[in-house]
């Protein structure tokens, strides 16, 4: 356990060391009481923060609502299914960009190295000059 961790978990999961995973809780505490000044900002703005969620009033869901929603749960996720013929139709327009995207990359690659080869031949022959012999050179 270490002073960041500490702080992580403070930052997670509030002020209240209960609300912390168990398994690093006493850790976490230990390290707390040892340097308890390298907490103390964090501690009191977790502790504010919690106290504040707290005071925010509970939802509360009415028996009828909740009654609904169950009883929708089998058949949600179904909506799909009943026009298939809206599903083929997103298949085929996947498909048709799908096809696009690809066309398009083969293009742009096929495109890429005919027009740099002429760029590519300037190059050479610049190169080639550059390190040759100059006619000035040799007939003065």
């Known amino acids: 356990m270490n002073v960041q961790r500490v702080h992580s978990l403070i930052e997670a999961y509030g002020a209240d ?9 006493e850790a976490a505490r230990a390290l707390i009481a040892a340097q308890p000044t390298a907490f ?21 869901v009415s028996a009828a609502l909740r009654d609904r929603i169950i009883a929708q749960a089998p058949t949600a996720g179904r909506g799909w299914m009943i026009r298939p013929h809206l599903n083929k139709l997103g298949w085929a327009l996947a498909g048709g960009w799908a096809a696009a995207a690809f066309a398009g990359a083969v293009a742009g690659v096929g495109l ?20 040759g012999v100059d006619d000035v050179e040799v007939l003065g």
């Open 40 to 60: 103390a900002d964090a501690l009191a703005e977790a502790d504010a923060a919690d106290a504040w969620l707290d005071a925010a009033p509970r939802p509360h």
């Open 17 to 25: 060391h209960r609300r912390w995973p168990e398994s690093e809780r």
């Open 112 to 131: 890429s190295s005919e027009l740099t080869q002429s760029v590519r031949a300037d190059a050479v022959l610049y190169q080639a000059s550059a390190t």
